[in-house]
Each structure stands twice: as structure tokens, then as C-alpha cells.
């Protein structure tokens, strides 16, 4: 074997580095070659440790990266490791921000990020960003400043509006994906569809379902007809069926579809003709929107039903006699999003009509109404474990729940990897023993030995936690609300889960001997999160003293006193403090 | 009937001794004196230690309806308190029910079991620091059971439904916590979906909510006798039959003792006055409030005019309408 390595080429580093005499085993470009077929990040990550030439093979193979934190990493530390990136996933603000629990003019803008992304990666190709703010500006500098920029994805973010997405309609030509989600907008008119070319046909992902005014629809039906490689296609509730179902014609290729308003009253032709579009889109595997569905026109849907694996029925108000009818038609499916007025009634059928259900999500369709007390029990969860034993993920909210359902539910279904349970009162204790739901907790994690996420609620005291830390062992991200009784708890968890990754807590009596407890554990974890606890800012300015790669930032509530934390932001980073916190943001 | 047991466990013995004990938690709370700090606080009145029905006492509930047990309660912000009275009504066994029954003899000793351990814990909780007047208006609201309609609105004292929901809940042993806050954030959906949610629903208050551009009107329809409200869309429905047969699908449940009976169930086609005879003759009335506050009989106005007023629908026992029975019966007879 030639024991040369010949380092000159395409690794700048390995020159400077006393590493770089060891001779490789065999040449860069073979190492490159190799290097360049592992996909999953952590793969890589792990490959860069080996050695410096792997960790310069490495970078200088990785098209795409995920930043978790954009605050953890700086775009120029991003653009001087990776030269040759091609895509690109960024998180911005902590995730409570869905919830209102961050100010606006927080941070997480992605401008600064696109000026070093213009300049090191022309070629960029793909930005999927969540929980940013991105402004019009920046989608127009996007837009200008990258020719072969192909997939836009946006969830959850925030500062645009649709004038951001005329210029990248109308400016990015070879625009495959563009997926707009559940952002905070500003909806100017349904004019952007308009933008795209009349030549343009190389979309494959359009997602506006999110969005409220109408487009024109002779605008989106020339442009489906146009892209035959469109393969989902999530439009708004302005589209009625009749609509639809020209676009199903024009489109039968399609893979997901999001409908949009299924509330026409149709006569028998147009629901026959519904019906036959349905059945002529053989790839059809999830199907959303269903905005008002109601029990005359669900049933077009059926031809297609058969294959479904995914169907997300969180804007269709379905009632539990419509979706039994529905899922009897629905045997393979693997992921139900539903709302709770199917009511248990609904997941019995749930569980009797889907055994391969790998993923349940129930959603409380008046969760601000303190009126409302329909929705679903445990009686509905225990139903929907005994039919689908291969449950992985769950969200679910009801507004009662026991521990024997729980232990139940684990039970049968051992294999959960994701079990989030909101009971809708905060604190609300076992409704038939009284009981703190500690034990509906540790029957999870005791049983659950693959769980990664866990987000607990109700009544709980410190044994939820000790049972957390004592048995959660692949536990990566915990979310923790109006729980616990000490410091203890908090403790526990800290100190047991050892690949926690993500912790958030609201409204929790932990206070600063639990958050210096975690001193060492930080590190090693993306974010902790902590607000409206007892957490002091003495505590806070401690933990930024004893860890300098830690940003611990401290927002303040207008009414609070001047030793209290009130919302505790802890995250590691390389890029050192925020440069661009607002005024409310402390950094210590 | 159990009627008399159920006032009884509504306002009269019962409640002075869960005030008493409620008193008595208070009392032993570190900061007692908050009531009137927290007069800035919406709905503080509803709040304080009081335990008769939840809208019997405040001063916006309209009355005059008659002997109605409960007949302001669902227009109140809380559903526990009504809960397990209402079970001994219904034999559909829905949720327990028998075990309201238990509930109101264990309320005493649950109550005091339940909050003293809690109050430990409270201290724990929530140390003095920073003086929180979070603190204060947990303690306050301890000891509201069902009693407290809402809680305080938003602000910023989201550690407040942790105190609450720790004691109250132990005297509401079947049904879900009293009222619940305006929390921020809680329960966690998104802002986004909040916003599409929030206008199917009423807000603040009940009444109709149209969805300005697909035309809905939900509103709320409570039962006597049913621990639970539900909403209906009043456009998804063309004429009185189609809202009558709906309202009995969804009811169905409350009214088995009765309709069975009767053999009423599962008739297609109601016409008005099948409507009032299936709830004349099963003892219960489908009225409604109208825009300006007045409680009417359904099927009295064309149903565009009824769509165009109603702000909310009440199914009443027939003993209950008093002032509108005879009018019904009237209306019945007139009709056949």
C-alpha cells in the first residue's frame, strides 16, 4: 500500500497541522470519495473526530447542515468549516416561543446569515428555517442572490409577508420547493401565486395552506399543469372541491395533497367526478386540509384511502361516527392527526380500523374555552393502544387522564419513542384516585426504553422526576409545566438523563440549586429553558461566571423584582454572546 | 329524585362547611391579605371563598328564569363544580357518575386531606421571594372549588393554576379542575393554530363568533342535566328538524332514561312539533337566548330569523321554563 498520502491538494488545513505527517492510509480523494456517500450528520460528526484528515475530508464533503441554535454557531465559523455547503437547516428561538412566551424582536434573523451565505455559497440550494424572523428584504436578497436556489421551506417564522414570496416566485427559476407553514405573516393577497413564469415548471413541493387569501386559480391550475413533476401540493381553504378536483386531473402524480374547503354542497356528478379523480392518483399517500368536511363529501375521498399512510385531519372538525366511517377505508395508515371532537367514540375506531398507526396526534379544538369540556379521555387513549400496538409518537391533549390508563397504554404499546401528554388544566391530578400522575410517568419511562421526548402535565411531584432521571435513559428532550415540588426534581433529571439534549420548563418550583446543578450538563445539551420558575438572577450571573462557552440570557418581566429570573434562556455556544439581543435579552 | 340531596350539595349545608374549611386554608396561607390587592384582577369576585352555585352570585348573571339549578352554570366559566351533581340526574353512567354521589359525602375530608398536604407544599412552592403577586392570587383561589369562574386573565401569574389545581381538584373528584386561567401560553398549541381555532370559538364569553368569510355560527348548547357543553354550527343546518335530530345525536346520552321511554328515539323527519313533543314529552324544552338577552322557545320565528338572533340554545327541563312552558304547550297545541 503506498504509504504517501497526498495531502497537497484539497485539504489547506493539514499542512499547518503536527497531525499532517501521519501518513493516510489511502489518498484524499478516495477518503473524500468515501466520505461524501455518509448522509446523516452524525455520521459525520462522528467521521471529523477520527483524526484531522478525516475532519478535513469531512468538511470538505458536507453539502448539508443542521444548526439546531443559530445562536450556538456564528455564519462565518458555519462558512470557514464548511466550504461547500449546499443546504442548510436553521432553528432559531427556543420553542416556547410558539406559545407566546417570547417577545417579539427576540432575535433569530436569518439577514445576517444570508449576507455570509451569499458570499461563501453561491450555489446554495436549499434554506429550511423554523422559528425565524425573515424579513421581505431578506427573501428578496435571497431570492437575488442565489441562481440555483431550489427549496425554500418555512415554518413557524416570522417578519415576512406575501411580497417576500412574489420576489421568490417570480426571481428564482429553478424553484422545485416552496413550503410555507404555520408562520406569523402578514397575508397581503394570494397575488404571489401569479409571480411564477409562464415557462416556470419545475416545482415539486407547494405548500399554502397556511395562507388565507385566494389565489388566483387560474393561476395555480396552469402552473400545476405545467410542473409534472409536482409531487405535494398543500393548497388553502379559498380552493373549493370543484376546484380540486381540476387540479387532481391536472395533477395525478401527486403524492400529498392538501385540499382545501371541503364544504360545497355538490351535486351527484361533481361528487362522482370528485370521487374518480380521487382513485386516479395512484401515489397518493397523504392527504390534509379537509377545511369543514363534513359526512356528505368525505366519502370521495375513499377511493384513495386505501393507500394513505399519513392523514391530518386538524382543520376537518370530524365527529366520532365520521371518522369511523372514514378510517374503515383507511387500513395503512401509520400517522392520524386528528382533532378531539371525534371524541373517544372516534378512537375506538382509531384503534379498531389502523393497527400499522405508528403515530397519533389528538389536538383540543377549543383549548381556550373554559366552557368546552368535550374532547377525548383515557378511555379514548386506552383504546386507540390496544388496536395500534405499534404506537411510537404521541401528542395528546385531553382534559382527564388516570395513571392505570397510562400504565395501561405503555403497556401495549412498549415501543413509544415520543409520548407527550398535555392534560388541558395545568396540575390536574389522576381524576378518578386524586393521585399526583407520577406513576402514569414512571410506567412510561420505566416501560418506554426507546423514549426520546417526553412532555409531561397534570399533577406532579419530584417522583416523576426521580423516576425520569432514574430510567430515561434515552431521553433527548423533556418538557416540564407546572410541576414538580423542589429542587430535587429538577436534580434528578440532570443528573440521570444523560443524553438529554433539549430541556424546557414553565411554572416549575425549581429553583437556583437545580439550575446550578446542571452545571456541568449544559454542555452537552442544546438548550435548557426556564421561566417563571425560582430561578434568581444571582443564580444565573453564577452559572455564566462558571461556564464561559455557556450564553445565559435572562428576559424580564415588566412587573417583576430585580432579583428574579424570570425567563432563563441557557444554551452552549461558539459564536460567544448575542451581538444582536434587544434590549430585554441580559446576556450574564 | 335526589333533587333535594343536590341543593343540598350545591349551596346550602355542604357549602358553609367547605367554606369553613375553606376559611381555614386561607387563614393559614402566609399571605391572606391579597384579596384586595387583587381587586385589579378580572373576575377577582368570582374567586373569592365562595361556594354556592358559580353564577348564583355574580352580580351579570341574569335571573329570573326561574328555579333553575342549574341553570346559569354553563354560562359560567367553570364545569367542575357541575359536574358531579349532575351525574345522580343521568343513569347513562357516562363518567362515573355514581361516584358524585360519594364525592359529596367525601367532600369534607377530601377537602382537608388534600389542601393541608397541598399547603405544605405551597410554601415550598413558592417561597416569598420577589413577592410575586402570583403567590397572593394562588392563595386566594385555593380554596375556590368549582366556585371561581375565571381565573385571573393573562397577566403574568401563570404560577397561580399550579396552587389552584392542586386543592381544588381534591374536592372535585371526577371531573376536571374549576375554572381555568387565561394562562399565557397554556395549553401549549401554537399561535398559529390559536388564531384559526379562535375564530370558531367563542371569545371571552358566550354568544355567537361568525367567522367573517365562511359565514359559521357556533354556539354553545348546554343541557340540563349534562355535565358538558357543546357547539354546533347553526349554518350546517337548514331548518328546525335538522337542528333537533343533531342536538338529539349529541344528547342523546343525557336523555336515555327519558326518550326511551317514550319510544321517540330514532324518528326521522321531526317537524316542530315533533320537537316539542319529543322534548314536551321527555320533559325537556330547547330554548334559546336571543340577541337581546331574552330567553325564547325554539321554533317560535322562521328559522333565517332564529339563525340571525340566537346566541346560544339551552335545552331546559320543562319544569325548569316556567315562564315559557305554557307558551310551548300552547304553541304544541296550535301546531297540531
Keep these: ?588 | 329524585m335526589s333533587i333535594p340531596l343536590e341543593h343540598d350539595y350545591i349551596g346550602l349545608s355542604e357549602t358553609s362547611s367547605l367554606e369553613r374549611s375553606s376559611d381555614k386554608i386561607s387563614s393559614s396561607s402566609s399571605t391572606v391579605t391579597t384579596k384586595d390587592e387583587n381587586s385589579n384582577v378580572f373576575n377577582l369576585k368570582e374567586t373569592e371563598l365562595r361556594l354556592g352555585l358559580p353564577g348564583s352570585l355574580s352580580p351579570e348573571r341574569k335571573a329570573g328564569l326561574g328555579i333553575s339549578l342549574f341553570g346559569k352554570d354553563f354560562e359560567d366559566k367553570t364545569n367542575g363544580y357541575s359536574h358531579s351533581p349532575l351525574k345522580n340526574f343521568v343513569s347513562g353512567a357516562k363518567r362515573g357518575f355514581s361516584d358524585a354521589i360519594d364525592a359529596s359525602g367525601n367532600w369534607d375530608l377530601s377537602m382537608n386531606g388534600g389542601s393541608e398536604v397541598d399547603l405544605a407544599k405551597g410554601s415550598v412552592l413558592f417561597p416569598p421571594t420577589g413577592g410575586k403577586s402570583a403567590l397572593e392570587k394562588i392563595n386566594t383561589q385555593q380554596s375556590c372549588l368549582p366556585g371561581p369562574a375565571k381565573k385571573d386573565a393573562g397577566v403574568h401569574s401563570p404560577q397561580k393554576p399550579i396552587q389552584e389545581k392542586k386543592t381544588s381538584p381534591a374536592n372535585d373528584n371526577n371531573s376536571a379542575p374549576a375554572a381555568k386561567a387565561q394562562v399565557v401560553g397554556w395549553p401549549p398549541i401554537r399561535s398559529f393554530r390559536k388564531s384559526t381555532m379562535a375564530t370558531n370559538s367563542a371569545k371571552n364569553s358566550d354568544g355567537v363568533d361568525e367567522k367573517s368569510g365562511s359565514g359559521c355560527i357556533y354556539v354553545k348548547v348546554s343541557m340540563d342535566g349534562a355535565p358538558y357543553l357543546r357547539k354546533v354550527d347553526l349554518k350546517t343546518f337548514r331548518n328546525y328538524a335538522e337542528l333537533s335530530s343533531a342536538l338529539e345525536k349529541m344528547f342523546s346520552c343525557f336523555t336515555i332514561g327519558q326518550c326511551t321511554s317514550h319510544g321517540l328515539r330514532g324518528r326521522e323527519g321531526l317537524s316542530e312539533s315533533c320537537l316539542m313533543d319529543l322534548l314536551h314529552g321527555s320533559e325537556y324544552v330547547l330554548t334559546y337566548e336571543d340577541k337581546d338577552g331574552d330567553w325564547m322557545l325554539v321554533g317560535d320565528v322562521p328559522w333565517a330569523m332564529f339563525t340571525d338572533s340566537c346566541k346560544r340554545l339551552r335545552i331546559m327541563k320543562g319544569s325548569e321554563a316556567i315562564g315559557l312552558a305554557p307558551r310551548a304547550m300552547e304553541k304544541c297545541k296550535n301546531r297540531n
Design chain 1, 1 to 588: 500500500m503506498d504509504s504517501i498520502s497526498k495531502k497537497t491538494k484539497d485539504s489547506p488545513n493539514s499542512t499547518d497541522s503536527p497531525e499532517s505527517t501521519h501518513p493516510s492510509s489511502f489518498p484524499d480523494e478516495v477518503l473524500e470519495g468515501v466520505l461524501s456517500l455518509l448522509s446523516f450528520n452524525k455520521d459525520r460528526s462522528s467521521v471529523s473526530l477520527v483524526c484531522k484528515d478525516w475532519y478535513n475530508a469531512e468538511r470538505w464533503t458536507r453539502t448539508k447542515v443542521f444548526i439546531g441554535n443559530c445562536y450556538s454557531v456564528s455564519p462565518e465559523i458555519v462558512a470557514r468549516r464548511f466550504p461547500k455547503i449546499r443546504s442548510i437547516i436553521l432553528k432559531g428561538k427556543p420553542r416556547f416561543s410558539d406559545f407566546n412566551l417570547v417577545p417579539e424582536n427576540w432575535g433569530a434573523d436569518i439577514q445576517s446569515w444570508l449576507v455570509v451565505f451569499a458570499r461563501v455559497y453561491p450555489f446554495l440550494e436549499e434554506l429550511r428555517l423554523k422559528r425565524m424572523t425573515v424579513s421581505d428584504e431578506s427573501l428578496e436578497f435571497l431570492a437575488a442572490s442565489f441562481p440555483g436556489f431550489k427549496a425554500l421551506s418555512l415554518s413557524s417564522c416570522d417578519g415576512f409577508s406575501t411580497d417576500g414570496l412574489k420576489a421568490i416566485a417570480t426571481h428564482c427559476k429553478n424553484l422545485i420547493e416552496l413550503d410555507i407553514q404555520d408562520n406569523g405573516m402578514d397575508d397581503f393577497g394570494g397575488g404571489w401565486l401569479s409571480c411564477f413564469p409562464e415557462n416556470f415548471a419545475s416545482l415539486e413541493v407547494l405548500n399554502f395552506a397556511s395562507l388565507n387569501s385566494e389565489v388566483n386559480f387560474d393561476a395555480l391550475e396552469r402552473l400545476v399543469t405545467r410542473c409534472k413533476s409536482l409531487k405535494v401540493l398543500r393548497v388553502n381553504k379559498g380552493i373549493t372541491l370543484e376546484q380540486l378536483q381540476r387540479l387532481l386531473m391536472r395533477a395525478p402524480q401527486l403524492m400529498e395533497l392538501g385540499t382545501g374547503s371541503f364544504q360545497q354542497d355538490l351535486t351527484p356528478r361533481q361528487c362522482a367526478e370528485l370521487e374518480s379523480a380521487f382513485s386516479n392518483c395512484k401515489n397518493l399517500h397523504t392527504v390534509s386540509g379537509l377545511w369543514e368536511a363534513n359526512s356528505l363529501n368525505l366519502p370521495i375521498l375513499y377511493p384513495a384511502c386505501a393507500s394513505l399512510v399519513f392523514l391530518n385531519l386538524i382543520d376537518a372538525t370530524l365527529q366520532s361516527g365520521e371518522l369511523a366511517k372514514l378510517l374503515a377505508h383507511c387500513p395503512n395508515l401509520r400517522r392520524l392527526w386528528v382533532q378531539d371532537t371525534v371524541e373517544d367514540k372516534g378512537l375506538e375506531a382509531v384503534g379498531s380500523c389502523c393497527p400499522l398507526l405508528e403515530e397519533l396526534r389528538v389536538f383540543p379544538a377549543d383549548p381556550f374555552d373554559p366552557d368546552i369540556l368535550h374532547g377525548v379521555t383515557e378511555s379514548g387513549f386506552v383504546a386507540v393502544s390496544r388496536g395500534c400496538r405499534r404506537l411510537r409518537y404521541v401528542l395528546y391533549f385531553c382534559r382527564q387522564m388516570t395513571n392505570a390508563a397510562v400504565a395501561t397504554i405503555v403497556q401495549n404499546c412498549p415501543d413509544f419513542t415520543h409520548f407527550r401528554l398535555c392534560i388541558i388544566n395545568p396540575g390536574q391530578p389522576d381524576h378518578l384516585t386524586n393521585e399526583p400522575m407520577d406513576e402514569a410517568f414512571g410506567a412510561v419511562v420505566k416501560t418506554c426504553t426507546k423514549l426520546q421526548r417526553l412532555s409531561v402535565s397534570g399533577l406532579l411531584t419530584d417522583l416523576t422526576f426521580e423516576y425520569i432521571g432514574k430510567y430515561a435513559k434515552n431521553l433527548e428532550t423533556l418538557s416540564v409545566a407546572f410541576a414538580g415540588s423542589s429542587d430535587r426534581g429538577m436534580q434528578c433529571v440532570l443528573g440521570g438523563c444523560s443524553k438529554l439534549r433539549k430541556l424546557e420548563i414553565r411554572d416549575c418550583p425549581f429553583g437556583n440549586a437545580a439550575l446550578l446543578s446542571g452545571l456541568e450538563k449544559y454542555e452537552s445539551m442544546r438548550s435548557l429553558w426556564m421561566s417563571a420558575c425560582n430561578v434568581t438572577m444571582n443564580g444565573c450571573r453564577l452559572l455564566a461566571r462558571e461556564m464561559p462557552w455557556l450564553n445565559v440570557e435572562v428576559m424580564k418581566d415588566e412587573e417583576s423584582d430585580d432579583s428574579h429570573a424570570d425567563k432563563v434562556y441557557v444554551y452552549r455556544s461558539v459564536a460567544g454572546p448575542r451581538r444582536d439581543a434587544p434590549p430585554f435579552v441580559m446576556t450574564l
